[in-house]
């Protein structure tokens, strides 16, 4: 099993090679695309991932609480009876050829999945898929601009999340705190063993350059008076090439 976009550190994992040594293994291929899968083109078949799943509140921007996924004939041998009662695939895959849920489902989470999926359908994958890469690298050259650094490796840096080191001086407590209290905008920290070294903004779901945009300017002006040098309105210049 592997997590294809690891929001803790904003990296996306090469799934495919990787599904291809679990194969030529005599293993199954079980992936997490609940931050990629809707926002990054994830072509399940292709790549040969015997399930995969995402989460509603993510990527597809819909009400918590849901999960999808898709499990291919190949893996269906391995299905068992005897597991879990509500989380039983084989149960829900049966039910699934009749239009049918094999227990009472959460009927407002799904209409309320129904209406996102309908926003994505409408402004279609690949626009969706372009417009969160734009937002994505605008914000990469908006932390280039203004001297900081990425905590990924470029190469397999996030387009749903980005995590961007903490220059010099800067504390991560009193930053992310005036980011909240001055401009009503919110980063994420980093968790353990990294706290306190990086933050992370995500830009996946129904971000749009209108959110991103006022957040590089917020964090422009706290950089800025929490000591770090670098031109104001750097960030925000560098990014706006990408609209």
């Avoid at 829900?92 to 959460?106: G, L, R, S």
């Amino acid at each position: 099993a592997v997590c294809h976009n690891e929001t803790s550190t904003a990296v996306t994992v090469q799934a495919k090679e990787i599904a291809k040594i679990a194969h030529d293994n005599g293993a199954y291929f079980i992936m997490d695309g609940v931050t990629s899968i809707g926002a990054i083109n994830v072509p399940v078949d292709e790549w040969g991932c015997d399930i995969a799943f995402f989460g509603s509140q993510k990527c597809v921007a819909g009400p918590a609480g849901l999960s999808a996924m898709a499990v291919s004939d190949s893996i269906k041998p391995a299905l068992y009876k005897d597991t879990s009662y509500y989380l039983n695939v084989l149960k829900h895959t049966e039910k699934m050829k009749k239009n049918d849920t094999p227990y009472t489902p959460a009927i407002p989470l799904f209409l309320g999945m129904r209406e996102a999926l309908l926003l994505t359908k409408e402004e279609g994958l690949e626009a969706r898929f372009k417009r969160i890469e734009s937002i994505a690298n605008g914000l990469r050259a908006a932390v280039d601009a203004m001297g900081l650094t990425l905590f990924a490796d470029r190469k397999y840096a996030s387009n749903t999340v980005t995590a961007i080191n903490l220059p010099a001086g800067v504390d991560d407590d009193k930053f992310r705190k005036m980011m909240k209290n001055e401009f009503n905008t919110i980063v994420a920290s980093a968790q353990e063993p990294f706290k306190g070294k990086f933050f992370r903004i995500g830009h996946m779901g129904n971000v749009s350059w209108a959110d991103m945009i006022p957040t590089i300017a917020a964090m422009e002006v706290c950089m800025k008076k929490l000591g770090h040098k670098f031109e104001l309105g750097a960030g925000v210049a560098a990014a706006e090439r990408f609209m």
